[in-house]
C-alpha cells in the first residue's frame, strides 16, 4: 500500500482522495465509470506491462494536488464537454472537503460505452 499524503500538514491515505475523486468524476453526466474499460485488450496489456498504472492518481506537490483519472464516456456526449465538467467537479469536491489548491486534473477517456 502506498504512503499517505501529506496536504497542509494532514496526513490523508491515498484511498480516501480516490474516493473523493471518483465520487465527483461519476456526479458527471455522460461519465459511465471511472478507471476506464476493463476489456480483454486492457486486462491483457496490464498482465504484460510491468509498470502498476492506477485508475485515479493523487500526489501532493507543495501545498496543491495534482490529480490524473481514468473515465469510460457513453457514446454520444460531447467528449471535451464531459472532460471538462469532470476537471471541474474533481477540483470543487477535492477543494471543499480537503480546503486545499488544485493544480490541475488530467482527465484520460480510455473507453466510449454503448448503452444497450
Not at 3 to 9: H, N, S, T
Not at 10 to 28: D, F, Q, R, W, Y
Not at 83 to 102: F, I, N, R
Request: glycine share 8%; charged share 20%.
Amino acid at each position: 500500500m502506498s504512503e499517505e499524503l501529506r496536504v497542509d500538514g494532514l496526513s490523508i491515505a491515498p484511498g480516501v482522495l480516490e474516493t473523493i475523486v471518483t465520487m465527483a468524476a461519476k456526479k458527471v453526466e455522460g461519465v459511465v465509470s471511472v478507471c476506464g474499460s476493463q476489456g480483454l485488450a486492457q486486462l491483457a496489456h496490464k498482465a504484460v506491462s510491468k509498470q502498476n498504472t492506477r485508475c485515479v492518481n493523487v500526489t501532493s506537490e507543495e501545498s496543491a494536488l495534482s490529480v490524473s483519472l481514468h473515465i469510460d464516456v457513453v457514446y454520444g456526449a460531447q467528449l471535451r464537454a464531459v472532460g471538462e465538467a469532470v476537471q471541474l467537479s474533481v477540483a470543487d469536491a477535492l477543494k471543499s472537503q480537503l480546503g486545499t489548491d488544485v493544480d490541475k486534473v488530467d482527465v484520460f477517456i480510455d473507453g466510449i460505452v454503448f448503452e444497450a
